[in-house]
């Protein structure tokens, strides 16, 4: 005897996506960090962000490989923790403040392939997790 199961799937994409990529430093201050994002998405791919200030009120992200695109904040607090969420253009902050005033609203996105990012201000810690598009996946 032979027991099975048919079943009709709908996707809702036309990649499969790989486990979250998650890039995790402590203790960064006014550096550069690179990214190889090996997509085969067409388009951008719009990570997560976390960072907590160590010193300092400003942070600034810049993106050298999708045209100087910077992604900035002011004024914050010390050891506050910013979360964004730029595939979905969501900022929180661990004060439950909203920090729509402190930011440019320019989200963070990564290009196909190498994106130099240059981080601007004292960062106690800077995570960024993102997925990889990619066809043909089984």
Known sequence: NCV??????LNDSPYGYSNIKKIN??????SVLTIN???????YTYPTIQFE??????????????????MKFTNLGEAEVI????????????TGTSRTENFNKKFLRLV??????EIIGDLKQ???SYEVCRLGVL
């Open 112 to 117: 196909d392939g190498k994106n130099e990012l």
């Open 4 to 9: 099975g199961y048919s079943f009709t799937v």
């Open 37 to 43: 994002n090996t997509t085969d998405k067409v388009g």
């Open 53 to 70: 200030l160590n010193t300092g009120t400003d942070v600034s992200i810049i993106n050298h490989s999708d045209n100087d695109r910077t």
């Open 25 to 30: 430093k402590e203790g960064i201050s006014n």
């Open 83 to 94: 979360t964004v969420d730029s595939k979905h253009q969501i900022v929180t902050s661990s």
């Open 126 to 128: 800077l995570v960024i």
